[in-house]
């Protein structure tokens, strides 16, 4: 079936949305302040939303990430007047399976915010409840999000059993409460043992207010930290060159693969040279892990990697960009047939457990010394600044996919870990190479899946078809 142009426009619209939601966090990037990816961000969501809603819900099937899917939900929910039923009965679905999936801090938040913005209609009082319902131990929740569980209830009318309602709104009107938590936080009030029984941020606070040493309070309390938390207050010591009692070898074992190197990239040059063992071991692990039956089932793979002094990313966003990419790395490693994966940093450094972000960025020459490996896949992980020389990397991919290799024997794909605000998507390296965003190497699959769509060969039919399959997937996965 013939496209229109309408439809190849509505196809560009959606990949350039998808590309956002995978990769921008509204927060500060190297080359864009935060107001910058804020309002562009913003922009972008209200288009989609007016312009193509239906695709628009539909994006909370993929691989976006947490803020935009709650940016999603948010725009879904305010703006539902003229929506026909059936429509809000495949949104509410979505919607809820969405939730499901996202921290439960990011759903109070959003909970707060739509009740700040005096969104209460039916429906959303319904998912908000059916949400709340369904949380496994809501007594855990009403311990450690307390205030925002209490606005919550307040919002949707959520009926709760009594001592649920006593424990948020009348927690000192009991001498004592049957829910073991409940009780070990009303001890923790007058009696420093409970502390270490309740979970570490609500534990923090009390050490606090009864003025716990905090070497005496990290000792005690480490057996009830999660090992993400261990991770954070690890990388938080180093930051501010402190000396923490949380044990120093963090469990690496089952952490996933980008925070995993995130974690890596956090140590001093002399920890990860002096670990090396211990760092490299645990991301194969967790690279084939990532891989599953996958794995060895990818040829030959080559990958041009960035690690130039942009892939530092921001302040708040500190080396994620070659987070990725190192993760990347390891990932392709495991999905490569043995022995058949080449990565190439921009670099030239051969080391991948020493990388840092330095220097200029000729992702020109590194796709040239790619191609001279004959590959069956090559992977460009990069924010797409090819600056060593100026756009030398467009003029290879474009000689190479006009003249060269017209027939396409090499699949190369362009992953960006970086949105760029000023075009509403990710930065492209060239008009022949298809360009997906990505936030997490563990979506690295199915982004390179995705990607076709943007070569231009591949109409809204098909991304609607694919969108749909992804739609089905995502509702009848098991909970």
Not at 9 to 37: K, P, W
Not at 89 to 94: C, K, N, P, S, V
Not at 201 to 211: C, I, L, P
Request: aromatic share 8%.
């Amino acid at each position: 079936m013939t496209e229109t142009f309408a439809d190849l426009i509505a196809c560009e619209d959606v990949l350039m949305f998808v590309n956002a939601a995978i990769t921008s966090t509204g927060q500060r990037e190297f080359h864009h302040y935060y107001g910058d990816q804020r309002l562009s961000l913003e922009f972008l969501h209200e288009y989609m939303r007016e312009n193509y809603r239906e695709l628009y819900a539909a994006a909370l099937a993929l691989n976006i990430n947490d803020h935009n899917a709650a940016m999603i939900i948010s725009g879904l929910l305010r703006h539902a007047a003229d929506v026909p039923l059936h429509r809000r009965r495949a949104e509410g679905a979505l919607i809820a399976r969405r939730l499901e999936l996202l921290p439960q801090h990011r759903v109070y938040r959003l909970f707060r915010d739509l009740r700040r913005a005096k969104v209460n209609n039916r429906r959303t009082r319904a998912i908000m409840r059916q949400w709340h319902a369904a949380r496994r131990d809501q007594a855990f929740d009403a311990v450690k999000y307390r205030s925002a569980v209490k606005a919550a209830v307040r919002h949707a009318h959520i009926p709760l059993d009594d001592e649920l309602g006593d424990f948020l709104f009348r927690p000192m009107s009991r001498k004592d409460f049957e829910t073991p938590i409940f009780e070990t936080w009303r001890r923790a009030h007058y009696e420093h043992a409970s502390i270490y029984e309740l979970p570490y941020t609500v534990a923090e606070g009390f050490a606090a207010k009864h003025g716990v040493p905090r070497e005496v309070f990290l000792e005690r309390i480490e057996p009830r930290m999660t090992r993400l938390e261990r991770l954070r207050l690890q990388e938080s010591a180093r930051v501010m060159k402190k000396v923490t009692s949380v044990n120093e070898r963090a469990d690496l074992a089952g952490a996933g693969l980008t925070r995993l190197a995130s974690y890596v990239l956090g140590l001093s040059l002399d920890d990860r040279a002096a670990r090396r063992a211990e760092l490299t071991g645990a991301l194969r692990t967790a690279a084939l892990r990532l891989a599953g039956a996958s794995a060895g089932r990818w040829g030959k793979v080559t990958a041009v990697l960035d690690d130039s002094h942009s892939s530092y990313g921001s302040g708040q966003k500190r080396r994620r960009p070659l987070a990725v990419a190192l993760a990347s790395s390891y990932l392709l490693e495991a999905l490569a047939a043995p022995g058949g994966y080449t990565p190439l940093w921009v670099s030239g450094r051969a080391d991948e457990l020493l990388l840092y972000p330095y220097g200029p960025t000729p992702l020109g020459e590194r796709v040239l010394d790619a191609l001279d490996t004959a590959p069956d896949r090559l992977i460009i992980i990069s924010d797409g600044w090819d600056n060593a020389p100026r756009g030398l990397a467009a003029d290879v991919l474009r000689l190479w996919r006009t003249r060269l290799d017209p027939g396409r024997t090499v699949a190369i794909t362009h992953l960006n870990p970086v949105y760029d605000a000023d075009d509403f998507d990710v930065r492209r390296l060239a008009p022949t190479v298809p360009t997906a965003g990505i936030r997490d190497a563990e979506d690295l699959t199915a982004l390179v899946e995705l990607a076709r769509f943007a070569e231009g060969r591949v109409g809204l039919s098909e991304l609607r078809a694919h969108l749909d399959e992804q739609t089905a997937r995502f509702l009848e996965a098991p909970r």
